[in-house]
Each structure stands twice: as structure tokens, then as C-alpha cells.
């Protein structure tokens, strides 16, 4: 199986790296709006089927992967 | 003695037990992969880049064998402190509230900042005077302080005089305690801050406040046994 898990600062949370690539694609001449930063993290493991690859990587996200204070996560299992 | 430990990617231990010993504090450092801690009256977790900051500051430097051992420390009640890497260290181990994210700025801050002495009345402050400012350097690209929706107002120990914000962290929070007030977390670093050669001796103060408490816990802590 593999995840894909994608880990956003939450709304309300500053974003000083997401504020200063806006600044520079509106230099680039691009309209754009608000721009917010997170990452990225796939994941190969093993799990009978979809859904407890999904409950194991949502407990990786709560112990390490984010942090619940300022951030918020989404989880994508594929086989 | 005062255990300071060494994470792979930690420099400021090595200035730390030499501003303990300057001030007449034993001072030893551990190593991260020790299991347990030796007989000490206090902790303190130095500044750095540990695991070179990988996935958030402070996040992978909470595995390591000793931080078990310090945390069963810190649930005795025993004395342990956090200076900046230290302090991110803490948060992600759950010993301190709030978490620490870029500086608003994006810029790392490498200056003396003034301070203002919330509390007065903790170990790490007790040689301060409430309200009294202090001027101690920062260092970090890390240091934006933002707390949970409940922290106690009264954990706040330290707050960055006004104007004097370096990172944006939230209502100027330099330091605080946890609720039993035995843990502490700071950005500025009081190590540096120890010797009027190099400018500003307030520093003294935090970690002189400490070494009294661990003297005059003494007794307390030889209870607590090894500390294991």
C-alpha cells in the first residue's frame, strides 16, 4: 500500500513562507490570492486493505507526522 | 550537578555547562542515547539544530533514549530547562505547551533582545524582580511561539519587551513554565549571556536562579532517588 499524506498549516495560522512566494508570483506578474505551504509525505506500509492503512497513517499523523496545534493533515491510500 | 544534554546536532551544550561552572554550578553533559539520567539536580536541553531540524524542530529529538528518562524527571518534579532548540525539544515532547514555527520574518534573528520578568517567582526566575528587564540575545529562525487556546496566562514567564518581538511569536511569549512549573522553555539564551566581556550578564540570572533551586531542593531531590 502506499499513502499519501498531505500536512497544511491551519486556517488562521501564519504562514510567513506561504506570504513571501505570494509576494514574489505577484512580482512574477501573476494575479494570485493567498498562498499557504505545507508538505508532502508518501508512505509504503503494509495493511490488509485501504482502510486500516488509512487508520494506521492517521495515527502516524497524530503522533509525528503534524502537529495538531497548527496544523491539519489528509491522507490519500493507494494500492 | 545540572545534566545538559547533547543531541546529535546540538552546539550550544558545551557553552551551557561552561556558564553553569562559570556561575559555580557541577555542570555535565549527557548523551542523547544514555537510557537513563545520572543522580542530577536539574536538566537542561541546549540549543542547536537537532536532527538537523527535520520534519518540525524538535520533533525527532523526542525519541531519543534520554528523553524518556527525562521526562519521568520532569513527572518527579524535577527541574528541567529548555533553551531555545531546547524549548522546541519540550514542546514536541509534550512537556511544555504550544509549538514554535518560523519567524514571522523568515529571517534568522541572531541579536541581543529586551525582555520582561513576568514571574518572578520560579525557579528560573527567582533572582529577577517582577516586571524587571533583562537583555539576553537570541538566535534562531524558529522561534514564533504559538500557544494553545488554554494557556494559563501565569505560565507566561518571559515576554519580549515591547517592539522588541523578534520572531512574531504570539503576545511577545519568550518563556514558559509548565503547570506544575517545574519545566521551563525559552527562545533567548541565558548561556550566552553570562560573562560582561561579551556584553550583557542577565543571562546569569535564569540559570542562577536555577542553581539556587537545585540547592536548595537538594534534599527533595535525593528523594526522587537516581532518577531513572
Keep these: 500500500m502506499r499513502a499519501t499524506v498531505v500536512v497544511r498549516p491551519k486556517e488562521g495560522i501564519l504562514d510567513p513562507q506561504g506570504e513571501a512566494v505570494l509576494g514574489a508570483l ?9 498562498v499557504r505551504i505545507g508538505r508532502v509525505i508518501d508512505i509504503e506500509l503494509e495493511a ?13 499523523c497524530e503522533q ?14 493507494s494500492e | 550537578m545540572i545534566a545538559v544534554v547533547t543531541f546529535p546536532g546540538s552546539n550550544d551544550d558545551r557553552d551551557a555547562v561552561a556558564a553553569l561552572e562559570l556561575l559555580g554550578a557541577e555542570a555535565r553533559r549527557v548523551w542523547h542515547g544514555d537510557e537513563e539520567l545520572p543522580a542530577a539536580g536539574a536538566v537542561v536541553l541546549p540549543g542547536g539544530f537537532s536532527y538537523g531540524d ?5 520533533a525527532i529529538a523526542r525519541f531519543a533514549p534520554v528523553m524518556r528518562a527525562i521526562k519521568a524527571f520532569a513527572e518527579r518534579g524535577g527541574l528541567v530547562l529548555g533553551i531555545c532548540n531546547g524549548f522546541q525539544i519540550l514542546c514536541e515532547a509534550g512537556l511544555l505547551p504550544g509549538v514554535l514555527r518560523p519567524n514571522a520574518s523568515l529571517s534568522f534573528v541572531c541579536r541581543d533582545v529586551e525582555l520582561v520578568v513576568e514571574r518572578a517567582d520560579t525557579p528560573f526566575t527567582s533572582r529577577c524582580a517582577p516586571d524587571q528587564r533583562l537583555v539576553i540575545p537570541v538566535k534562531h529562525g524558529e522561534g514564533c511561539y504559538i500557544p494553545p487556546p488554554d494557556l494559563h496566562p501565569e505560565q507566561v514567564v518571559l515576554r519580549y519587551a515591547t517592539g522588541a518581538n523578534p520572531n512574531g511569536s504570539v503576545d511577545g511569549i519568550a518563556g514558559v513554565v509548565s503547570e506544575a512549573g517545574n519545566v521551563m522553555g525559552l527562545m533567548p539564551h541565558p548561556e550566552h549571556a553570562v560573562d560582561a566581556l561579551v556584553g550583557s550578564t542577565d543571562g546569569a540570572l535564569v540559570l542562577g536562579s536555577l542553581i539556587d533551586a537545585v540547592r536548595s531542593h ?3 531531590l535525593r528523594q526522587l532517588g537516581t532518577l531513572a
Design chain 1, 26 to 34: 505577484r512580482h512574477l506578474d501573476f494575479t494570485v490570492g493567498e
Design chain 1, 48 to 60: 490488509g486493505d485501504a482502510d486500516s492503512a488509512r487508520a494506521d497513517v492517521g495515527r502516524m
Design chain 1, 64 to 77: 509525528l507526522l503534524a502537529n495538531p496545534l497548527i496544523e491539519s493533515f489528509e491522507i490519500e491510500v
Design chain 2, 54 to 58: 527535520y520534519l518540525r524542530c524538535g
Design chain 2, 218 to 220: 537538594t534534599e527533595d
